[in-house]
C-alpha cells in the first residue's frame, strides 16, 4: 500500500519553506538552529499537544519517525546526540519528521491510500518526496547558498556534503 498526497511542487515547497524560516526570524540564516526549532515545534504548527519522544530504538532501521495521530515524533537517542553534535545527516532526518507534521497538520496536504502497487507515484505526490524536499528546503536555504561550493554549504548549513550536492543542484 502506498500514499499520495495532494501535488506539491519544489517551487511551492521552497516557498513554503522560506515562509516558515521568516516566521521565525532565521530568513537571513545559514545554519537551521534544527534542537531549538524541535523544542519550539508546538508553537510553530500551532499545537500545544506535540511532543517529541528520544527511544533507544524504532523496528526496521528507522531512525525517526512522526506519527500523525499521537502529535508525536519518535527520534532515537542516537540521532538526537547526533543533531546535538552537528551531524548532517541527523539534523536533517529531525527536520524531515518535522516536515511531515508540517505538511500534515499547517497545510492541511491530504493523503490517500493506493492499494494498486503497479501505480507508480510521482515525486510530487510522494508524501515522503515532499517532507524530504521541505526538509532540504529549510536546511538549505537556496536564496542563501546558491553560487556556494557544496563544501561550503555543507559547513554553513551543517549538512552532509551530500545533501548539499543535491539541494545546489536543484537551485537555479
Not at 532501521?61 to 541527523?90: F, M, P, S
Request: aromatic share 8%; glycine share 6%.
Amino acid at each position: 500500500m502506498q500514499c499520495k498526497a495532494d501535488p506539491l511542487s519544489r517551487k511551492v515547497l521552497r516557498c513554503y519553506a522560506f515562509e516558515i524560516r521568516k516566521q521565525i526570524g532565521l530568513e537571513q540564516t545559514l545554519k537551521l538552529p534544527v534542537l531549538k526549532l524541535l523544542e519550539s515545534f508546538p508553537f510553530l504548527i500551532g499545537d500545544e499537544d506535540f511532543y517529541y519522544e528520544l527511544v533507544d530504538d524504532l523496528p526496521n532501521g528507522i531512525h525517526a519517525q512522526y506519527r500523525h495521530g499521537e502529535k508525536c515524533i519518535l527520534i532515537k537517542t542516537a540521532v538526537y546526540n547526533g543533531a546535538v553534535n552537528n551531524v548532517g545527516r541527523d539534523r536533517m532526518t529531525i527536520v524531515h519528521e518535522m516536515a511531515h507534521a508540517l505538511l500534515l497538520q499547517h497545510s492541511g496536504i491530504q493523503l490517500h491510500r493506493c492499494f494498486d502497487n503497479e501505480v507508480k507515484l510521482r515525486a510530487f505526490e510522494d508524501p515522503e518526496w515532499q517532507a524530504k524536499c521541505l526538509a532540504g528546503e529549510l536546511m538549505i536555504p537556496a536564496n542563501l547558498v546558491k553560487g556556494m561550493s557544496p563544501q561550503n554549504v555543507a559547513h554553513y548549513c551543517a549538512v552532509s556534503i551530500d545533501a548539499a550536492r543535491y539541494q545546489l543542484s536543484k537551485i537555479k
